[in-house]
């Protein structure tokens, strides 16, 4: 796993758990719902910078790849928690579809 993939990683996983609950007895519900969404903007703007980052070659090559266990695991949690999903695609939808299309990779 390249230095890349595991800062994505970690900060996929922090968000999981934030979202699940946060950590137990630590916080109130505005505390959490702030880390919440200092999580989201942390795992959006890694999202973002992996898409502006990469050639359009790259982007294709990775889509190409099977999905890792963290990805999967976000995907899963951004399925089940509707507020988390809509927050994260607000945060990377213009950037990641616009270099979509620059990449002739939309639909």
């Known amino acids: 796993m390249n230095k890349s993939s595991r800062s994505i990683t970690i900060v996929i996983v922090t968000a999981m758990v934030v979202i699940a609950g946060g950590w137990p007895g630590r916080g ?5 719902a702030a880390a919440e969404g200092k999580v989201l903007d942390l795992a959006a703007a890694e999202v973002i910078k992996k898409f502006e980052g990469a050639s359009c070659e790259q982007l294709k090559a990775r889509q190409e790849e099977p999905p890792t266990m963290a990805r999967k695991a976000a ?3 951004l399925r089940k928690h509707e507020k988390a999903r809509v927050a994260f695609i607000d945060r990377i939808a213009a950037p990641v579809l616009n270099k ?3 990449c002739g990779m939309a639909p």
């Open 28 to 32: 109130n519900a505005s505390e959490l």
């Open 75 to 77: 995907i899963a949690l």
């Open 100 to 102: 979509m299309i620059e």
